[in-house]
């Protein structure tokens, strides 16, 4: 029973390195979401995806890329990491994107050097 | 106004004790509500949903006021374990990039 699954749990990077955030859930569940929480800023929308095929940026999306690869899976793209990218980033996902609450994978630490 | 907004906190409250506090929201068209809590370096976990007509579980309560544009979580008898940060969550209804986190309500239980 799973859930959501996120890898790695923990990256250091130098800047200017790129990576990718993997997460995929066995829930079945039609939507996807990548978050970041820093310290006093509350969790914030990076992009989502409300259906398989679809993606649509949220709050925060600039230095990210995202690909909804199939139902279970929603990754994540640094392709030149910066500093400010330091965070803590959240998957998590829900049954519709409207209505119903989501459910987080445990989180990657990552830090950029 | 900020879009949701929680009491940073900390609330110390002794074990037995009842405390509650409120999230605000300035979208009145906003339609679900959740009440998460997430531990110490740990993922939100959802606690409960905010139902109109208010709802329980076990020790914890939720209630919503549509007037005063506000929801709410009252925990009873408080366990050492109830130690966490509370986030609400607003939902307006019309895109899955309007769902707003607040920012939370840190929660410290003493023996």
């Known amino acids: 029973n799973a859930g959501v699954t996120q890898t790695p749990k923990f990256q250091v990077l130098k800047t200017g390195q790129s990576m990718t955030l993997q997460c995929a859930q066995d829930m079945n569940h039609n939507s996807m979401y990548w978050y970041r929480q820093d310290p006093g800023m509350g969790l914030r929308l990076i992009y989502y995806?409300?259906?398989?095929?679809?993606?649509d940026k949220g709050e925060v999306p600039n230095g990210y890329n995202v690909s909804r690869l199939n139902k279970r899976e929603f990754s994540l793209r640094l392709e030149s990491a910066a500093p400010s990218q330091t965070s803590v980033y959240f998957c998590?996902?829900?049954?519709?994107?409207?209505?119903?609450?989501?459910?987080f994978g445990d989180g990657t630490r990552l830090s950029i050097l | 106004r900020k879009e949701v907004e929680q009491d940073p906190g900390p609330f110390n409250v002794p074990e037995g004790a009842t405390v509650a506090f409120n999230c605000t929201y300035s979208?009145?068209?906003?339609?679900?509500f959740f009440w998460y809590r997430q531990d110490c370096r740990k993922e939100p976990k959802l606690l409960m949903s905010v139902y109109s007509s208010g709802n329980e579980d076990g020790r914890f309560t939720a209630q919503l006021n549509r007037a005063s544009q506000y929801i709410s979580l009252l925990i009873r008898d408080s366990k050492l374990s109830d130690s966490a940060t509370y986030l609400c969550v607003v939902n307006p209804y019309s895109s899955a990039s309007k769902i707003i986190f607040g920012s939370g309500t840190r929660l410290s239980i003493r023996p």
């Open positions: 995806s409300a259906s398989e095929g679809t993606t």
């Open positions: 998590a996902s829900s049954h519709d994107s409207l209505n119903q609450p989501q459910h």
């Open positions: 979208n009145s068209a906003s339609q679900s």
